[in-house]
């Protein structure tokens, strides 16, 4: 059956979990095992067995999810895993895994998929399993102590299973276009001194087919598309003067002077407001957000892949058609991340630059709240100047984007002084390579030293493709990264290399699979932070044998 079924295309839609109960009860005892809620039965469900399983979407919204296992969870939507809970050690005990998806209102095939890991005594091994679906945000559960039988599970709403008989009607209707939907979901706040970044979401697109009686062919129908991003804030080290204000004259000064000057400088200062660091990172979310909604209609992805059709006789089978469409889907789901993110990640981030524009119009804020109580303490030394913020709107202005506009130096076609290049692929296979970079030109250049396992997906996009276009990209998540401290940076003189060694993520590759592949490992490097060093974009490829 399909992915997704309309509601008036369901028939006999019968509901065989009303979420009373989580599907499996915190339990003791358990040996190691696994079960798939996909229909069939099995004796730790509470839901009946049924052929296929959908939850019902009643209004076109955005939905959250939660999945807790004790030890492995995992909940896919139309063929698509949204979340799954990491149930390695030290993760063997009841938490949360969450995720999120814009849905329209019908009926989506979903999957569920619980495992239990084996620890001696088997008396004391436990089992518990539990899935939420909410228009708010997933609530955490109690998860104090080690123990799962003392762990409580999340008050938010668990999940309700429906089976449906058959689609009504599988004639195809005209085609309607659809409308990109971007998520944002809340800012996550954590303790700390990091670094703010923003991760976009990437691209899902749920199709469906429908029958052409007159042609006897399937076709491609597209239900909905969605992409986001998600931002992560830290406090920093910075004074905020809402909650520290300046206790005398020359401390005023200081925090007007230094607040004044964050725009121009393009770093955070002495004394700084979450408000403007969360401006700034919410203008970079526009931009993902202009540049996904740009490109979905420019890349006509919705019309080539209603353009596909499978003939009937050779494909009987509904099921299989909408897998074969779905997966098409899925790889230009894949084009649409890479080519927006391309976009995206070439956009200029350093002083007097939009995002610290915006954050600066966020600042003055606290600027005028300080000269207010200058005023009021008699502080007549204090500057009464406010920063004039600079350009804002629009966020995104590369052609094409928005017409018209001048051509950023940051993707500007010139040779570069620094060139990249694949120094070693041996390790791919265990999730690592190696780029070297090199100063070719006539004087030294420099760039951030801050390149890691836990940075590098921000200023690196790794991608492997074959011949004949099918390709994986090979980071955990692409974003932009605002280092709330001053960089590290490496020189390098004329002639000088450096090598250096970045994680790239495989869970999506089937390596055997690919094995029979002329396969070409590209990796581009994007640094956005060109304060006193190289500035722009670099791509390196390399013939990879797996």
Known sequence: MNNYIPINKAVNPVCIYQGDEPLISKTLGVDAMTFNFDGSACEHATCAGAPEMFI???????????????????????????????????????????????????????????????????????????VTMDREPIQAGKYEGNSTMKREFSPSPKIKLWTIEKEST???????????????????????????????LRPKI??????????????????????????????????????????NEEEATEAVNEMNGYQAYGRVGTWHTPQASLAHEEHHRRQWEDAYKFYWKDSKIQEMLENQTISCDKEPNMDKAVKFMQALANEMALDLWTETSAYVLALPDDANDRPYCAGQEALNEATAYVIRLSNAMGWNNVPRFITKPGTIEPPCFIPPVSEGETRSMAVAEE??????????TSQFTEGKITVRFRNEGNEPVRIPDEINDETSDFFFVTVLRTQQGKMRVLNREIGTMTFQRPLNYRELAPGQEYSVTIPVCLDEVDLEGWKQCSCELETRYYNQ???DCFLGKLRATAKLAL
């Open 206 to 247: 749920c199709v469906t087919v429908c029958k052409d009686e007159s042609e006897n062919v399937w076709r491609c129908r597209v239900v909905s598309v969605s992409a986001g991003a998600k931002l992560t804030m830290y406090e920093g080290i910075y004074v905020n003067p809402y909650v520290d204000p300046p206790l």
């Open 415 to 424: 040779p570069a002084p620094l060139t990249l290049s694949m120094a070693d």
């Open 170 to 200: 599988i004639t195809c209707e005209p085609s309607k276009e659809v409308e990109l939907e971007f998520e944002k979901p809340e800012p996550v706040y954590l303790e700390g001194n990091g670094d703010c970044n923003v991760s976009s």
């Open 529 to 531: 932070q060109g304060k």
């Open 56 to 130: 019902k979407v009643e209004e076109d919204g955005l939905y959250y999810f939660g999945v807790e296992a004790d030890d492995t969870g995992s909940i896919s939507i139309a063929n698509e895993e949204l979340c799954e809970k990491d149930g390695t050690k030290p993760n063997g005990k009841l938490n949360l895994a969450t995720g999120a998806r814009y849905l329209k209102a019908g009926y989506y095939k979903v999957a569920l998929s619980w495992t239990n890991n084996a620890y001696p005594p088997v008396s004391n091994n436990a089992a518990a399993f539990n």
